[in-house]
């Protein structure tokens, strides 16, 4: 069977199903998106992202040919030799994630598989179990039901926002775990072209400098998902790691940059993910190393280390209306400028934003906020509205006469600012810095950063 034959079902459109079937279609194959929103179905018809993602909207459209949208499971579901669950997974109170939209989209694919060979992926982070869970589903729900006709697949997505087009197609491993041969040789067949160094890849995403194929790991059902959540956490850990050794620096006088930089020589240790700053925010990490602690609950079983990740992660960011009320204790009428609400550069995620938290106690301290982002303006708008505050349309609207400044998300705009001219426009020159974007000092006005003394910077 050539690669073009296989054709694949995508449900959930969320930035995991589109990556994903923009990615597949990109491969060559027949891809079919399913949504039951109605407005995001529309949109991707006329070639338009319901999000923000670099380089996923060009690709969309180059491979608009072997795209098509619908709300309609029958539409998809028969034909389709591979079927993506890609639904959300919200955590509900106490940690555990709210599997309804699984449970809902099994079994509409149930209801419509055909009685032939048909592999269901689990693309969406779920707990682990849910594998096993899913194929009953499918079993009680199908109504063209045969025995061993459809294996159920664990194929988690460890893509990140704003490099979710170069993520899915240059991955650093593809996780496959299933309890049936059958399943992993359907899937190797699926990716094929991605485990292939000779591959041309689409020209909108060129194959990076020095790229070697992913590693092809194969697993059982179980292990694949315990991996996306042992992976989110642990990630998550490194940078409550870092977080809480740039505390210390800053009692000690050391320099987060330098004691980072110096560590992550070490192989075992690595550069990546060690940056100081407002913490992690975004769906993924709080909502994953929540969800593994209440798995943990349910066995009785404690998870101290992602406990206090967690409670490092929560530190951090009151840390930084602190370290502003070290140079202004009275915020009252105080004119606070925020530069970034995305929780990180690239996308117009809001999910979980650190920027968010900030801005909330700044008001509720009777400041007046005036915030810019290059693109969550709009978002922010929709999301935020509970939130009081200014929008800027340039940094340098944001900044004027403002009496301090929080940088929030490290945009490469506000990286490659002159703070000399940024800061001559406001009434007091403070900065805090929490992404510590700021990396040569300005002649004058004070500079706070994470994990870095305030006097290495200026004042
Ligand atoms: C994360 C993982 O990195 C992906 O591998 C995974 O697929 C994804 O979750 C998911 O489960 O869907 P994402 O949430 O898009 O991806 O963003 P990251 O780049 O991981 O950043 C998460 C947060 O950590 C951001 O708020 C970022 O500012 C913060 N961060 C990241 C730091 O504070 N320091 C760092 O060194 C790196």
Redesign the pocket.
Known sequence: RSTEALKVAVVGTG??GMGTAVMLASLGYDVVGVDIDERKVEMLRRGELPIYEPGLEDLLRASAERLRWTSDYAAAIPEADVIFICVGTPPMAGGAPNLQYVAEAAQSVARHLNGKLQVVVNKS?VPVGTGDWVSRLLEEHAENYHANRYVVVSNP??????TALH?SLYPDRIVLGSDRPQGIARMRELYAPLLDQTFTPPACAPRPEGYTVPELVTTSLSSAEMI?YA??AF??L??SF?NEIAGLCECVNADILEVTYGIGFDRRIGH??????????????GK?TSALISTGGEYGYAMPILEAAIQINQRQRHLVVNKLQRHLPRLQGKRVAVLGLA??PN?DDLRD??AHDCIARLTALGAKVRVHDPVALAAARREWSHLKYDEAQSVEEALRGADAVLVM??WPEYCALDWDVALSGMRNALVIDT?NVIRTRPRYGTVEQIGRRPTLMGA
């Open positions: 930035y995991v982070t997505e460890f893509l990140r926002e704003g993520d996306k992976a989110n990630l998550a490194k940078i870092a990546r993910f060690l940056a100081a700053g407002a913490g992690w925010g975004g769906s993924c990490f994953d929780f990180k996308t934003a650190p998300t490290e992404r």
